[in-house]
């Protein structure tokens, strides 16, 4: 490496930390800055990238053609995506979706903090990504300590390349990381890099009690916390959340369920009524809204569909179970100060319903927001709770 490039990668990484520090509060901690130090993030990264350009839409960044905005990218405090569409590009880029990132770095520094880790400790973390976060964790704890796992084999391959070639040798597997890692089980620390909308049982049963699980969490609904268990000696674990986070789900747990293909059918014949409740006021509100009733409603999403082609309906919003069994649409007529929307619902389930009731109890509590939210894991199931876990319900 010449001189210019190694104050170039100085540079970087010194600004990087001090963008990650201004999101944090707080100076990094000497540990991880010496761990960031020891592996600049763009030995991480592919050559070629997506960056976010107008209307969000991904446009590629090779780092042959464009070496300058590719390096700028690998220093900024943003995710970076890496693979798209699982590996299989689209002819059209506007199809294309992320499917492999580089996390913005404000948010792993963040998620090393939160796990607390101890030297001797063991780490299983869940999606591979480029390796940059297990550089981190091997620097910290040792190789030995360290296990990864990726779905994908060309993620755990590009994984297993670029930690190899700076100097790290932790344990990189290819499997579903929803069954986690049984090989080097038992682990003191269990952390995600996808998001969740159930948290699988493996990694409770593979961790040590008192051990720690932290996974970005998110539901049909909402996605946007960072979900923090304790792993109980009954073999249970219960946490709660902090705000502000947003990944790709984990693949096992996709849907792939599509509104007109898979939900409304045109033999339904659904029932009318009439509804106060602005639905702008449950689906365009504020994120700490969004985040309560998501928990609330555990498994019913909502779309919203413009100039919908319906007599008399500028906008409507569907809301549809996971299922795809029962669906619901509130329609608003264009007109200023609607007090009362028309509401149809077809299945066995009255989704609408469900969403009226959920937001009763939103205003009922005092409208709680992600920090006053939990959830307690066990091998049986899944609860939600607010403010204590004697105050639970069960989410499908």
Same mark, same amino acid.
């Given at each position: ?61 090779? /780092? ?16 970076? !995506? ?89 344990? !990189? ?17 269990? !952390? ?140 608003? #007529?264009?007109? #200023? ?29 005092? /409208? ?29």
């Amino acid at each position: 490496m010449t001189d210019s490039q190694n104050s170039l990668e100085q540079a970087g990484t010194a600004g990087l930390l001090q963008a990650v520090s201004r999101y944090l509060g707080r100076t990094v901690a000497s540990e991880w800055r010496g761990a960031a130090e020891a592996a600049p993030r763009h030995r991480f990264l592919p050559d070629r990238i997506w960056l976010s350009g107008e209307d969000d839409e991904l446009t590629p960044c090779d /780092r042959r053609h464009d070496p300058d905005r590719w390096f700028a990218a690998a220093y900024e405090d943003v995710p970076v !995506v890496t693979q798209i569409n699982d590996g299989n590009e689209p002819e059209d880029l506007a199809d294309a979706l992320p499917s492999s990132s580089a996390s913005a770095p404000s948010i792993v520094f963040l998620m090393l903090e939160l796990l607390d880790v101890e030297p001797g400790m063991r780490v299983l973390e869940i999606g591979a990504g480029t390796g940059f976060s297990a550089a981190l964790l091997s620097h910290r704890l040792g190789d030995i300590n360290v296990t990864t796992i990726d779905i994908d084999p060309a993620v755990a391959e590009l994984a297993r390349s670029n930690l190899k070639a700076n100097g790290y040798a932790p344990t !990189v597997a290819c499997g579903d990381g929803s069954l986690g890692w049984r090989e080097e089980a038992p682990y003191d620390r269990v !952390v995600a890099t996808c998001s969740v909308e159930r948290v699988p049982y493996a990694w409770v049963e593979q961790s040590r009690r008192g051990g720690i699980v932290l996974a970005p969490w998110q539901n049909p609904w909402i996605s946007g916390g960072l979900l923090r268990l304790t792993v109980g000696e009954d073999g249970t674990a219960t946490g709660r959340y902090t705000p502000d986070s947003s990944f790709m789900l984990m693949r096992t747990q996709r849907s792939g369920l599509r509104l007109f293909r898979d939900v409304v059918m045109e033999e339904h014949v659904p029932t009318e009524s009439t509804t106060t409740l602005d639905p702008w006021a449950v689906a365009d509100s504020a994120i700490e809204t969004q985040f309560a009733l998501g928990h609330r409603l555990g498994d019913l999403w909502y779309a919203w569909h413009h100039d919908p082609d319906v007599d008399g309906v500028a906008i409507r919003l569907w809301v549809a179970t996971s299922d795809g069994t029962s669906w619901a649409a509130v329609d608003w #007529d264009g007109s #200023d100060g609607t007090q009362r929307y028309t509401v149809w619902q077809h299945g066995p389930r009255r989704p609408w319903d469900e969403v009226e009731a959920a937001h009763r109890w939103w205003l009922a509590n005092d /409208r709680p927001g992600p920090t006053r939210l939990g959830l307690t894991v066990t091998p049986d199931g899944q609860w939600a709770w607010l403010d204590d876990p004697a105050n639970s319900w069960r989410l499908p």
